[in-house]
């Protein structure tokens, strides 16, 4: 779907609006640096750090220290959450076996059961490898068992009056049609993913843009936490983006029929 | 089995159908042991709030090759689900159906089914639909390709084998639907209320190639239909079923259709003896509500 164009500019205004309130207030000095610190500092601060680094590794291998965490922990999920949704959605007695958990620990706030994946795994990647799968792995699941269970029974009662046997059923007509609710879990997945990574890092870690945000307030480097949130914020669009891409490569025919 | 099906469908008697015949309600007009399905005694309930609710009961009549059957009735009178329990999506709760003298058990792709809204693939293309159920039943490609080819051809879209299904209307997907299931040259098929959703022109012309391809294959038809001109233009043989529960008052030869392919009657429907047809059959129907 293309954006009409006056919608574009829209949103131009409302990114342009924001940033020149952000000269203007803080220009003025009527507000404190620490609370809001100008452009100009975060700016240079960004340099500084991109330049120099900041407490002993450069910006981009904390970014890429969170990002290998969210890398690895997704593509886990992505290979299991999605065959255990689809095979789920497919055959209620599998579905019976699984869902108690996810129904159990999907409320939750991730925080609160990464005390005990730290108590178990101790506090290093594997314990944040974990958290991230475990956070990114309910909504996927979810989505694919939705998207089963929503497919018309017209599909599948065609399929085998046309010969399909049921393995057929599942790789020829189940997988394809739910294809459009398994991004929709896919995406959301990644947002949980990305949240929960950077209040895990905030938690616990030595590395990793989250760590950076929460170390720089330590020290009350608002031109550093500003610079990091908008980073965070840059990247997660970035994210989204690509899986958006991926989706419309793989859906040809979403939203046309 | 040759060409003499054709004959055994019906004997018209001398010149176009009388009018007396309108009220024919006798035998089935076919021999003993040619029966291609036989339904025998067919009940279904299912359980509603106050206990179990009928939907179909007593269905008892066979179908024999070559025929044309179109069934008739009010909205909510089973027809649909009849031909559900023929395809094997559901059972009967009592009574039996065979086809060829075997009991039926499940779905499979002896019995072909075009549905009122056709579940073709969006993810593949028109050939690729049309394909299908020579590909899951493990047809050698170089075997189903050039038949793939014909059927597109025998629906007029050859021009749109390699078009994705969102790019047809809703006349060219029924048609791709047609195609996908006579490939597999089911032994009988099943199509339930299949032009239903499509306008008057549209709907003209599938029902010609319908009509077109039950005579030139000579491929036995059981089309459900609320739609008594249209049961009347295309039928070699009407039932109708009545309301709630289903059951069979109606069962009667027409010759219309044949007329249409053999004499080019295009206008058929404007002749008196249609016209005595289509008016018992409403008038039928009508005292069901």
Known sequence: MKKPKIELYLSIITVAAIIIAWFVATSSGSVDQLFIPSPKSVWESFLTIWRDGYKGSTLLQHLGTSMKRLVIAYLLCVVTAVPAGLISGYNSKVRALIEPIIEFYRPLPPLAYYTILTLWMGIDEESKLALLYLAGFAPIYISCVAGVIRIKEDYINGALTLGANKRQIFFYVIFPAALTDVFTGLRTALGVEYTTLVAAEMVAATAGIGWMVLDASKYLRSDIVFMGVIIMGITGILLDKIIQLVEKQVIHWKGRN | ?289
């Open chain 2, 1 to 289: 089995m040759a060409d003499n099906w054709k004959e055994k469908l019906y004997e018209p008697e001398g010149e176009l159908i009388k009018v007396e015949n309108v009220n024919f309600s006798g035998p089935e007009p076919h021999i003993e042991g040619e029966e291609l399905i036989t339904i025998d005694s067919v009940d279904l309930s299912y359980s509603g709030k106050t206990g179990p609710i009928k939907a179909l009961e007593n269905i008892h009549f066979n179908i024999y090759p070559g025929e044309f059957i179109c069934v008739l009735g009010p909205s909510g009178c089973g027809k649909s689900t009849l031909l559900k329990i023929i395809a094997g999506f559901i059972k009967p709760t009592a009574g039996s159906i065979k086809l060829d003298g075997e009991e039926i058990k499940g779905t499979d792709w002896h019995r072909g089914v075009v549905f009122q809204h056709p579940p073709l693939y969006e993810w593949y293309s028109v050939r690729s639909n049309v394909a299908f159920g020579p590909k899951m039943r493990k047809v050698p490609k170089n075997e189903y390709e050039p038949l793939v080819d014909e059927y597109l051809e025998k629906v007029g879209l050859s021009e749109f084998a390699n078009k994705k299904i969102y790019e047809l209307s809703g006349g060219m997907k029924q048609r791709v639907s047609i195609a996908r299931a006579l490939i597999n040259d089911p032994e009988i098929l099943l199509m339930d209320e299949p032009f239903g959703a499509l306008d008057a022109l549209t709907r003209e012309s599938v029902q010609d190639l319908t009509r077109k391809i039950w005579w030139d294959t000579g491929k036995t038809i059981f089309f459900i239909t609320h739609d008594v001109e249209e049961a009347l233009l295309l039928a070699s043989r009407v039932i109708v079923l009545s309301r709630h529960p289903g059951r069979v008052i109606e069962d009667i030869p027409v010759n219309f259709s044949r007329q249409i392919i053999e004499e080019e009657a295009d206008d058929i429907k404007f002749t008196p003896e249609f016209y005595k047809y289509r008016e018992k059959l409403l008038k039928l129907i009508n005292a069901q509500r």
